[in-house]
């Protein structure tokens, strides 16, 4: 017999809804942060991610968001976010401010990737990283086939749309981590918005990589 009342179920049945509701990825990034921490959301877009860590997991959440319309739909929602270019980078936050700083699908549409990735382990204990994987296979047979620069399966987005994305691999972040000296602690990959056990093929049947990062 269950150890839950009727309350606990209820909030318990609410927490699995919701996050369920979330993008696949956000659903792994969600499970890798602790309750009750401080998170800081670059890229939060609609606070649909922040929203959930806020009153699901009770933690201290802060975002920083470029496009208007999705910071007035955080603000709708009672967030803490500010708009803001992450170019410019994180100078209004002291060193050691968050404990997670996260970055969601964001990655591709950075110029420079090393300076965000530094600043968000400046200003935060650890860093999770998620992005879409152009090594994945359907990937390389597209462009086979067609000679033409392929969609990445989770972001069907056209190279020409706006913002432009550069494309990247698993391997390629890997190699770039490696690189830049910042250490790998644990990653997660997805295939058709499940997690997958990839293996040592992670670069070729992954869509989607979620990486916890530290200095």
Request: with cysteine; hydrophobic share 40%; net charge negative.
């Amino acid at each position: 017999m269950s150890n839950l009342n009727s309350f606990d179920r209820l909030r318990t049945s609410s927490s699995i809804l919701n996050l369920q509701s979330l993008r696949p990825d956000l659903q792994v990034v969600a499970r890798l942060i602790p309750a009750q921490i401080r998170v800081l959301d670059l890229g939060c877009g609609d606070g649909e991610l922040l929203d959930y860590l806020v009153h699901q997991q009770q933690v201290k959440g802060r975002g920083i968001e470029l496009g208007e319309q999705e910071v007035l739909a955080c603000v709708r929602r009672g967030l803490s976010v500010r708009q803001g270019n992450l170019e410019e980078g994180l100078a209004d936050y002291p060193d050691d401010s968050f404990d997670y700083v996260v970055l969601s699908q964001t990655l591709p549409f950075l110029d420079n990737p090393e300076m965000i990735l530094r600043e968000m382990l400046r200003v935060g204990q650890k860093a999770i990283v998620s992005f879409p994987n152009w090594g994945y296979w359907r990937c390389r047979w597209d462009l086979m086939l067609t000679g033409k620069i392929p969609q990445a399966p989770d972001l069907p987005q056209s190279w020409s749309d706006s913002p432009r994305w550069q494309a990247l691999t698993v391997a390629d972040f890997m190699k770039f981590c490696r690189t830049v000296e910042i250490s790998i602690l644990d990653e997660v990959y997805m295939a058709g918005g499940r997690q997958a056990p990839v293996g040592t093929f992670k670069n070729l049947l992954a869509t989607t990589a979620v990486y916890v990062l530290t200095s």
